[in-house]
């Protein structure tokens, strides 16, 4: 009955590997979103898909790929991890033209990078 | 979007009301008033939303001023679960895409 899952919870690599967290949502929203939650625990927002198609990219590196196989998926690809990519990373989805629909949130992904 | 104001903290006693102050005094016509709480370790749970009028569901009240500079989240009975970060988000009403969460009002139910 999850709304939105993502895998793994946590995620303990070395530096310079490339990782991949994955996201589903079974509420049949048509937008997806990455956001990264830093240590002093200020959330933004990274991508948004809608339709998988992409509507939002914040300022990101380049080493971060999102990849939208189908509107109940946004997967994340990180290539050559960083010191400063350890993070809780959190998938959401939504209806984005309906009016006022709220963002529903997964319960993150804890990325440690070594 | 819209700026907003909201205290670092506050603290409720157990079985009381919590009412939780945002201003957003730049707020325009067509922006939105969200209400989201991030208990530890979870991620953001939406709470609550309105434009002009008053709104109320199983989780809380939102209370927005007639002239929209201002709102309140209300819990009516706060318990210890209701412990958390709580975030006010003004965003376009039709495309409540970019969330920009500020630092929040940690809220700490006291037994």
């Known amino acids: 009955d999850t709304a939105v899952s993502q895998t793994p919870k946590y995620l303990v690599t070395q530096m310079g590997n490339d990782k991949s967290i994955k996201c589903e949502q079974n509420l049949g929203h048509d937008t997806m979103y990455w956001y990264k939650q830093d240590s002093k625990k200020f959330l933004k927002i990274m991508f948004s898909?809608?339709?998988?198609?992409?509507?939002i990219n914040e300022t990101v590196p380049n080493r971060f790929s999102p990849k939208s196989p189908d509107k109940a998926h946004l997967n994340l690809h990180i290539n050559s991890l960083e010191l400063g990519d350890s993070a809780v990373y959190f998938c959401a989805s939504s209806h984005r033209d309906r009016d006022g629909q709220p963002q529903h949130f997964g319960d993150g992904t804890r990325l440690s990078i070594l | 979007d819209a700026k907003t104001t909201q205290p670092t903290s506050m603290d409720c006693a157990e079985g009381r009301a919590a009412n939780l102050p945002c201003n957003h005094s730049t707020i325009s016509g067509n922006e939105y008033v969200y209400w989201y709480r991030q208990i530890h370790s979870q991620g953001p749970q939406y709470i609550i939303h309105g434009l002009k009028n008053n709104e109320t569901n199983e989780m809380a009240s939102l209370i927005i001023t007639e002239d929209r500079k201002s709102s309140t989240l209300i819990l009516p009975h706060a318990t210890l679960r209701d412990t958390a970060v709580y975030y006010c988000i003004v965003i376009v009403r039709w495309a409540a895409n970019n969330l920009f969460f500020g630092t929040g009002t940690r809220l700490t139910v006291i037994p």
């Open positions: 898909y809608n339709n998988k198609e992409l509507i």
